[in-house]
Structure formats: structure tokens, C-alpha cells
């Protein structure tokens, strides 16, 4: 035995010092102080385990114990496990009261031959002592054993309880076009694009976890060879960077860290081993199975896509969306069509452009990292805007006219990709100089909150029309070089000259060829929604336009992207501005909403409306959503749900708190998605501190709990991440 709190020792050896107590005394005081604490530790032991005992739950070691236990589905051994785990609680009890006994007889025998042996003063001062250190001791493991049984505690309440494990979600997909899906495909769909279709531990999930494990392996090796190192901007910037490298140099191996790595393989693949021998049980009903069938075998017949504001699936006819997509392209104000030959063209001239431009700063090893010798062509995709769908058309026979749709280039992988990612880097701090500009509803609430508002006052929103399309890329690039211009001094460039970000920025948008249908196309005006740094130039263009139309009567002007909430000291004010805007661009329109009945005015996820100057703001849901979020049965671990669950709650009530309407609606929105008002406690994945990410997929809460076991006793530096089956399998 010994002790577990060393300051007693202290002690007792300046006793002995002052009153020359023997060597075999002092043993003894030894003996008696361990006696006592270990008796203290074995007392307040037992109370927790029969704390647990009585909230029929079982310590962490308990179930470490029958981690390996085969057939934990069948019904039998589930039982012979619970009688066993009791049966181990008992003998835990009975061993801790078998110990604290022998602990009680120590102190008996030792403190008869102290009483005997030293003088009475030096007996009571070191009793004294004792006594106090070991109710401190007390108290320090009664604190550590009640924060053990509530985590304990949690982890068996917490067991889906906020969950609804059979919710179906109501019908919420859009069929345009056909009436040829039916109720099955419709009850998949409904689930929502975020759903994970539950797989069970196949080749695949273990090539999955082999290739996490080697991943983390890799980079562990490679952070002990560096060392401890303070990053340079450069190596700040590229630690970030998105994109694989185009080679891979393999690290030698660490003689310290191979054995804990080849253990923590040969442990995790044991574990999804036996979980592809336990029986698997689907996330999915009978109906939903019968559509995901369905839909598999129509995949060349449907197109499935999601609506532009609902968030919910639209699933049409291919010779619909290649129409609709043909339709779109067949503006030749602003597409028209090209050739591999003139992709390739411009693949070279970005090429030219970013080795001129970048050879400057870097190195050729770190330049070659900003190109790809074989990049992806941009793929063209459009997605539906439901919300303007006409209310009682027959949506099975819809017109193409009758359909509007957003277009989508996908540029990712493709020759700007990486520069473009580059530029949003260097450019974004401008943004904090756009004096409209916010970045979310939390923003704007805030500002609209310092804001003083005479109760004359009128407020609108503004919309822009078709913003990326329509902006003028020269115009849009000069505007960002002045705001650069003037805020040069207060925005590190990394060396980057005003021209060199010119020449990027031309280059950059200047690959704009796509790929639709295997036909080649290219965008000649406006900005393509789907390149990195579209965003960032159309706010700046907007700015630009903005500070030469605003007038005099503008109390209030906040801007999302193309959204603009304004606030005239009277609606002259507003009409006037409004007029000025749309005057500065001939491809730039912008429209206004204004508030409705009840003096309320929508913007982002809120309702504003102005009572004596003062704002009274309220959580807001577009009518268009279809309020779908992480539904409760997907394959998605417990965590991520309760983060998605405190998320929305916690929107609302930064935004607007103890609001009645937006409790009801939220618990609406959470029914839907098959969540109830319930404990929301869970565990989390172990992260250490500097952690190396380690993804492993997600199977099942009792299998990641056990890899969580593992990775948590290793003792590498893991950041534990669980990846769900890909979402592409439901569809």
C-alpha cells in the first residue's frame, strides 16, 4: 500500500527531526497514516458503487471488462451480460469492504504501538495532523466520485433520450415533371439530403479505418521528426491549405511510437471485425427501404437535386433538368459555347500567370502546390427555386417556363480552384472595411440594436436581382484593387503587390469554361456561383456601388452578400436610394419588400419591426423552408445530433429570447425531425490537447464508444473524429 496524499510525510519527518523518533517508529507512523488514507479512499469507493448499484448503472471498468464479448445483439447473452456486470459490481463492493477491513485492523495494531511507544504530545500533534489531511483526502474523492457517477449517470440516460427512434418526417420533397414516384421513393426523400443510410461493417469500412489510422500515423511520424516548431506565415498558410499535395514523401519510422501504432491498429480492427459479425440493424422502415430500392434502380432515369431555399430534395426527370439546363444556356447574353482546346488555353495562361506571380514570394516547391497538371472541367448545375413555384400549377405536367432554377458551376478541382482559395486568403480582411457588410444574423442583430431610430423612420429590405451573373467582372476587379488601395496599410499582403493581385484575379476569372451534357461552354459575363472568390468580389462590387448611391437620408444600411436591410428617415429616402442603385449598372437591379401587416420586416433568420424607435426583433423561418435538419435515425453519432438540436435553440435565443412563437416553432421544426424535449448529455469523442485527427467511420454508439476506449488508452495524441457512411448511399 501507499499513500495517497504525501503531505502527512512532510510532516512526520519534521517530527522526527525535532523529536528524535526512531527509525522503527517512524515506519510505523508510515504504516498508520497509509492505513488511514487507503481506508478513507476504500470507504468513499464503496459508497460509490453502491450509488451506482442503485441507479442500475456500472463503472467504466465494469465494462471494459466484457468489451470483447461476442453475439451482443442476441437476446441471452445481452441478459447473461447484465447479470454478470451485477454479479462484478457485488465482487467490487465485497473487495473494497474486504480491504478497508484489513485497512482497520493496520490502524488498530499500529496505533496501539504509537500509543505505547511515543510521548503523548508528539502522538496527538501527529493524530491531529493526520485526522486533517485525511478529511481533506475525503472530501477530494467524494468531489471526484460524484463528478464519476453523474458522467456515468449521463452516459446510460443520455441513450437517445431526446430522440424519437421510429419518427417518419412528413412529406417534404418536391416531384416535378413525373408521376412516376411514388410513395416509397417519396418516403426516403422526405428524410432530408442530410440523411445517412445505416451500412453495416463491410471490406470497405475496413479499408476506411486502415487508411484513418496510416493517415494519423503518417503525420504523427512526421510532427516527432520536426519537433517542436514556430510556423512561418508561409507555413501557417499552406498548414490550411485544403488541397492534397501532388507527392507524398513517407517519414521513417519513430522506434518509440511504432509498437503503441501497431497496437492501436491490431485493437481497432478487432472491433470492426466483430462488429461485422454482430447483426446489423438498419436506420431505415420497410417503406423507406422499398424506395431506396426504387430509386437505385432509376438512377438513369431521375435526377435528384435540392431546392434553392427549402433544403429539401427535388427529384425530377433527366430530359426535364437537361432541358431546363439548356434552356438556361441558351441566353447568349451570357454564355456561349467553347472547346476542350480553349479550356486548355486558359488552364496555361492561369499557369504562366501564377508561376510570374508567385515565383516572387516562394519557392518552386511551394508554387507547384497552387496548380494542378490535370484539373477537373467545371461541371454546370442548376438548383430548383421552389419557392417560386406557382401555388395550384399541377406540378406532375409543369411547363420548363414555369421553372426558375439557380445556376451552379462547380469548380472544384478545377484550374482556379487553388489560386482562388489563395486569393479568399489574402483578400478577406478587406471585407472588415465594407461598411455594410455583416457576416451573419448575429451581426445584424447587434448593429441594429446600437442603432438610435426616430419614430418617423421607415425600413425596407433590398434584393439584388441575379447579382452573380450580372455583376461586370473588370468593374468588380478595379473596385477591389481601389478598396485594396486604400486600406493597403492596415492589410498584409504577404509581399503581393497591387498588380500581382491583378494579374490572379484576371487569370483566375478568366477560366471560365464548364461542361454541360459533354457539350463545352463558357461564361462570358458576370461571376459563376460555385469559384471561391465570387463571393468576396461581388460584396466588394456591391460596396462600390453603394458608397455613390447612398443618400443623405440613410439612418441604417446593412448588406448579406446581395440582401440589404435599410433603414430611410422616410420612404422618399428609400425610394430615392433605391432609384440610385439601380441607375449605377445596367445589369444591376435591385427590388424592395417592404414590412407587412403587423410592422414586421423579414431579414436572414429574423422579423424587425420598430415600436417608438425601438427595435423588437423575433427568430424568423421562411415560409419556403421545409425545416429540415439532421433527422434523428440518421447514421450520424449522438454528439453531432445534440450540437445540431443546441444550435437551432441556441439561434433563437441569442436572436430573440423568451420568445413564445419561436419556442412553438422549434419544437415544431425539432417533432419533424424526430426529436423531443429530453436529456441532451452525451459523450464526445476523446481529444487530446494538440491532438492529430484520427477518422474512423461511424457504425453504432456502442461500437464508437469502444474505439473511444481504445484510442483514449493508447496514449498518442489522437483527436478522435467519426465519420458517417456517405450520404450518397441513399440515393
Not at 468489451?67 to 454479479?87: E, T
Not at 424587425?608 to 424607435?613: A, Q, T, Y
Not at 469523442?685 to 476506449?709: C, T
Request: one cysteine or more; a positive charge; hydrophobic letters at 40%.
Amino acid at each position: 500500500m501507499r499513500l495517497r496524499d504525501s503531505t502527512i510525510l512532510q510532516h512526520m519527518k519534521s517530527l522526527q527531526r525535532t523529536h528524535k523518533i526512531s527509525r522503527a517508529n517512524f515506519a510505523v507512523m508510515l504504516q498508520y497514516a497509509t492505513f488511514h488514507q487507503v481506508a478513507v479512499v476504500c470507504d468513499e469507493s464503496i459508497t460509490f458503487l453502491k450509488r451506482c448499484r442503485s441507479h442500475h448503472i456500472f463503472p467504466v471498468f465494469i465494462d471494459n471488462l466484457l468489451l470483447n464479448i461476442p453475439h451482443r445483439n442476441n437476446d441471452a447473452v445481452r441478459i447473461g451480460i447484465a447479470r454478470l456486470k451485477l454479479s462484478l459490481l457485488n465482487a467490487s463492493i465485497a473487495a473494497q469492504k474486504q480491504r478497508r477491513g484489513s485497512c482497520i485492523n493496520g490502524i488498530i495494531k499500529t496505533r496501539s504501538h504509537l500509543q505505547q511507544n511515543l510521548e503523548a504530545s508528539i502522538w496527538r500533534e501527529f493524530l491531529d495532523r493526520n485526522t486533517s489531511v485525511c478529511s481533506q483526502l475525503r472530501k477530494r474523492e467524494r468531489d471526484r466520485l460524484r463528478k464519476k457517477h453523474a458522467k456515468v449517470l449521463t452516459s446510460y440516460s443520455s441513450d437517445s433520450s431526446f430522440m424519437r427512434p421510429r419518427a417518419v418526417p412528413p412529406e417534404r420533397c418536391t416531384v416535378l415533371g413525373t408521376s412516376m414516384v411514388d410513395d416509397d421513393m417519396k418516403a426516403l426523400l422526405n428524410l432530408g439530403p442530410s440523411f445517412s443510410v445505416a451500412i453495416p461493417a463491410n471490406e470497405e469500412t475496413f479499408d476506411s479505418v486502415l487508411c484513418g489510422i496510416h493517415r494519423f500515423a503518417y503525420q504523427l511520424r512526421w510532427r516527432t521528426h520536426q519537433g517542436p516548431t514556430v510556423l512561418d506565415r508561409t507555413s501557417t498558410l499552406l498548414a490550411s491549405f485544403p488541397f492534397p499535395k501532388p507527392r507524398i514523401r513517407v517519414p521513417k519510422p519513430i522506434p518509440s511510437l511504432e509498437l503503441s501504432l501497431a497496437t492501436l491498429e491490431v485493437d481497432l480492427m478487432r472491433i470492426y471485425r466483430k462488429a461485422s459479425k454482430s447483426r446489423f440493424a438498419s436506420n431505415l422502415t420497410s417503406q423507406e427501404l422499398r424506395g431506396l430500392k426504387k430509386l437505385k434502380a432509376a438512377r438513369q432515369t431521375f435526377r435528384i437535386t435540392v431546392g434553392d431555399k427549402d433544403g429539401a430534395f427535388v427529384i425530377m426527370p433527366q430530359d426535364l433538368d437537361k432541358a431546363l439546363t439548356n434552356s438556361a444556356l441558351a441566353d447568349d447574353s451570357i454564355y456561349e459555347t467553347s472547346s476542350y482546346r480553349s479550356f486548355h488555353q486558359k488552364h496555361q495562361i492561369l499557369e504562366a500567370a501564377v508561376k510570374c506571380v508567385l515565383r516572387k514570394r516562394w519557392d518552386a516547391k511551394t508554387i507547384s502546390r497552387f496548380w494542378t497538371n490535370h484539373p477537373e472541367v467545371p461541371t454546370y448545375y442548376s438548383l430548383i427555386k421552389t419557392h417560386k413555384l406557382e401555388q395550384n400549377v399541377d406540378l406532375a405536367n409543369i411547363e420548363t417556363s414555369s421553372i426558375k432554377t439557380r445556376p451552379i458551376i462547380s469548380s472544384c478541382g478545377g484550374p482556379a480552384d487553388r489560386i482562388s482559395w489563395l486569393l479568399v486568403k489574402l483578400l478577406s480582411p478587406l471585407l472588415h472595411y465594407v461598411g455594410s457588410h455583416i457576416v451573419n444574423s448575429h451581426e445584424f442583430v447587434d448593429a441594429i440594436q446600437h442603432c438610435r431610430v426616430p419614430t418617423s423612420a421607415y425600413y425596407v429590405s433590398f434584393d439584388a436581382v441575379s447579382l452573380y451573373t450580372n455583376i461586370d467582372n473588370n468593374a468588380a476587379v478595379r473596385a477591389l484593387l481601389e478598396l485594396l488601395n486604400n486600406h493597403r496599410e492596415e492589410v498584409s499582403m504577404w509581399g503581393f503587390s497591387n498588380e500581382d493581385v491583378e494579374i490572379l484575379l484576371e487569370a483566375t476569372l478568366a477560366c471560365n469554361v464548364f461542361r454541360f451534357n459533354n457539350t463545352f461552354y463558357a461564361q462570358k459575363r458576370g461571376l459563376a456561383m460555385g469559384i471561391r472568390i465570387a463571393p468576396l468580389l461581388a460584396i466588394v462590387f456591391l460596396d462600390h456601388i453603394e458608397k455613390a448611391s447612398l443618400t443623405k437620408g440613410i439612418i441604417f444600411y446593412k448588406r448579406y452578400i446581395d440582401d440589404v436591410f435599410v433603414i430611410g428617415s422616410s420612404f422618399s429616402a428609400l425610394t430615392s436610394t433605391l432609384a440610385k442603385l439601380n441607375s449605377m449598372d445596367v445589369n444591376i437591379k435591385f427590388t424592395m419588400e417592404d414590412r407587412d401587416e403587423d410592422g414586421f420586416l423579414p431579414f436572414l433568420n429574423t422579423r424587425v419591426r420598430f415600436c417608438n424607435g425601438k427595435p423588437e426583433i423575433r427568430w424568423y423561418r421562411k415560409p419556403s423552408s421545409k425545416n429540415i435538419m439532421l433527422h434523428s435515425r440518421s447514421a450520424h453519432p449522438t454528439y453531432m445530433k445534440v450540437n445540431v438540436v443546441r444550435n437551432l435553440k441556441g439561434t433563437s435565443e441569442r436572436i430573440a429570447a423568451n420568445d413564445r412563437e419561436s419556442d412553438e416553432t422549434i419544437q415544431r421544426i425539432l417533432s419533424e425531425n424526430g426529436y423531443k424535449n429530453g436529456s441532451m448529455n452525451t459523450w464526445r469523442p476523446h481529444s487530446a490537447p494538440d491532438g492529430i485527427a484520427l477518422v474512423l467511420p461511424y457504425l453504432n454508439e456502442h461500437i464508437s464508444k469502444q474505439v473511444n476506449i481504445i484510442v483514449k488508452r493508447c496514449g498518442l495524441p489522437v483527436r478522435l473524429i467519426f465519420r458517417p457512411p456517405p450520404l450518397s448511399e441513399k440515393s
